[in-house]
Each structure stands twice: as structure tokens, then as C-alpha cells.
């Protein structure tokens, strides 16, 4: 259990996010909240500190070197240490290959890819002196299986699960383990956006029948950032219902 420990997560005002760090903070973990939405991280903040966790807000844009150094910093200013990192900020800019235009595959990247590598990067420098850390990518079903209209989106998500098998090799001789969760199709915002008719058929190709709940990632990423969990690393847990297997 992440008893007493310190989590940094990033989109966490919202959807998954905000979800895992209900969860965390459930096991008795302080949260570290980060998000661009400032009023949405204040309220996820406010929340927690009300059900007695200890929670600190930091507003900030993980493609932002500077931003994701004073996210660290200011985690460690105020706690002492990061213990857990869930990198779960991402976006998508969909579109068929032939339109879609150079400023969305980018964009994509920089915040699903280069955001993760930002922040390992930077909260690794205090997991390797603590000789403890745990850190959870949020990656996608559709970095595994592909999915038309999304060659931005499942390059990035692939891209992650490369990162997190990279760092799972290079931070293991600090005790620090890395792992993704791969969602499959998840009832937020992001699903939300979707014609009734397509997500209908998106549970029709689910054996589970069902799109899976921001807790049922939740559950998935606080076994990943628990003590239960200490010898499982580079791994890339599907949680999808049986989607893709
Ligand atoms: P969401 O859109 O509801 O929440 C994403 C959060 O990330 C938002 O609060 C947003 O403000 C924040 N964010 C976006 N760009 C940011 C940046 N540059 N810096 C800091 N924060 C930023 O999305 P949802 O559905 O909760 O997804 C969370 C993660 O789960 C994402 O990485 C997504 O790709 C992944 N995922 C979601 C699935 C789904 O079906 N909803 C399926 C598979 C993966």
C-alpha cells in the first residue's frame, strides 16, 4: 500500500486522473495534483484535503521542461520526496493519415511522449537518491492494436510503452520500477466525444460487453504503486476487458 507516500500526477484534474488520485489517496498516499486547468486541479485538490489527504495543486503544462522541473521541486519542497509518478496527461488529435496536419502530430507526441519523458526525468532524480521510486505510464489498447484515424495518438502510446521499457532497465539498480497500464476504451470526456452509435459499437467488440471506468484504471495503477508490486517491472498491464489480448 502507498501508505505515507508522496504521488505526483499529472492530468489529474479530471477523468483518469483525477480518478487515480482519489484511489491513491485512499491508501493513505499525500497527492500531487497537476494539470493546465487550474480551477479543475484546484477543485480536485480541495476535495481530497476534505476526505483529510494531504493534496498540493501545481498548474502546469507537461511539455514545459521548466514547468515539469518546478512540479518536482515543488513536491519535494513540501513533502520531502516523490515516491510515485503517474504520468496519465494526454491528448488526442485525430484524423486519417493523408489530412492530418503536421501541428497534430506533434502536438500529440509532445504531450503524450516527450511530457512522460519530461517528467521520469525529472522525478528520477529524486527517486535514484531515494533508492525507491515507482512510475506508472498511462499508454492505450491502440498503441498495441492500431486504430485508423489515429496514427498521432498510437505512435505516441507505443512510443510510451518503449519509454517505459527503456527506464524499467535503466532506473531498476535504483530500486525504481516502471510500468504502463494500457487502457482499453474508458467512459470519460475523451469517450464521451464519441457518437452514442460508435461507442455502442466499441462495446459490441469487448468481451467484457462493457467500456471500462476511470477505477477500474485507478485499481490497476495503485496495485502498480503499491508494495505488492515490488518485483514487477517493464511491464505493460492491459486493462481492457479482454479487448485486445
Ligand atoms: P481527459 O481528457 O479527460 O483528461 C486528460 C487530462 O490531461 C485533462 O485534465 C487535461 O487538462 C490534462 N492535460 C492535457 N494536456 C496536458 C498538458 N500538456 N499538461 C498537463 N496536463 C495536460 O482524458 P482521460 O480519458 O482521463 O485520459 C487520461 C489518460 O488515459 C490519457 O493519457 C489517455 O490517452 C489515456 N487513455 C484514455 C482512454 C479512454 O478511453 N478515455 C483509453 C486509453 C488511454
Known amino acids: 500500500m502507498p501508505k505515507e507516500k508522496v504521488a505526483v500526477i499529472t492530468g489529474a484534474s479530471r477523468g483518469i486522473g483525477k480518478s487515480i488520485a ?21 477543485a480536485v485538490v480541495a476535495e481530497l484535503q476534505a476526505a483529510g489527504t494531504t493534496a498540493l495543486a501545481v498548474v502546469g503544462n507537461v511539455t514545459v521542461t521548466a ?28 484524423g486519417l493519415i493523408m ?9 500529440v507526441l509532445s504531450v503524450n511522449l516527450k511530457g512522460a ?3 521520469s526525468r525529472a522525478a528520477f532524480k529524486v527517486m535514484s537518491k531515494q533508492r525507491y521510486g515507482r512510475i506508472i505510464n498511462i499508454a ?16 505516441s502510446k507505443a512510443g510510451l510503452m ?9 532506473m531498476a539498480k535504483r530500486n525504481v520500477t516502471v510500468n504502463a497500464v494500457a487502457p482499453g476504451f474508458i467512459a470519460t470526456a475523451m469517450t464521451d466525444a464519441l457518437p452514442e452509435k460508435v461507442r455502442e459499437e466499441l462495446a459490441a467488440q469487448i468481451p467484457l460487453e462493457r467500456l471500462g471506468s476511470a477505477e477500474d484504471i485507478a485499481n490497476a495503477v495503485t496495485f502498480l504503486a503499491s508494495e505488492a508490486s515490488a518485483y514487477i517491472t517493464g511491464h505493460v498491464l492491459s486493462v481492457n476487458g479482454g479487448m485486445y489480448m
Open 67 to 94: 514547468d515539469v522541473e518546478r512540479m518536482i521541486e515543488a513536491a519535494v519542497a513540501a513533502f520531502g520526496r516523490v515516491d510515485i509518478l503517474v504520468n496519465n496527461a494526454g491528448i488526442t488529435r485525430d
Open 22 to 42: 482519489l484511489a491513491l489517496a485512499a491508501q493513505g498516499a499525500t497527492i500531487v495534483a497537476m494539470d493546465m486547468d487550474q480551477a479543475a486541479t484546484d
Open 140 to 155: 492505450s489498447v491502440v498503441g498495441q492494436m492500431g486504430n485508423a484515424g489515429q496514427a498521432n495518438y498510437c505512435a
Open 117 to 119: 519523458f519530461l517528467c
Open 162 to 170: 518503449g519509454l517505459t521499457k527503456s527506464n524499467a532497465r535503466e
Open 99 to 107: 489530412r492530418m496536419k503536421d501541428e497534430d502530430w506533434d502536438a
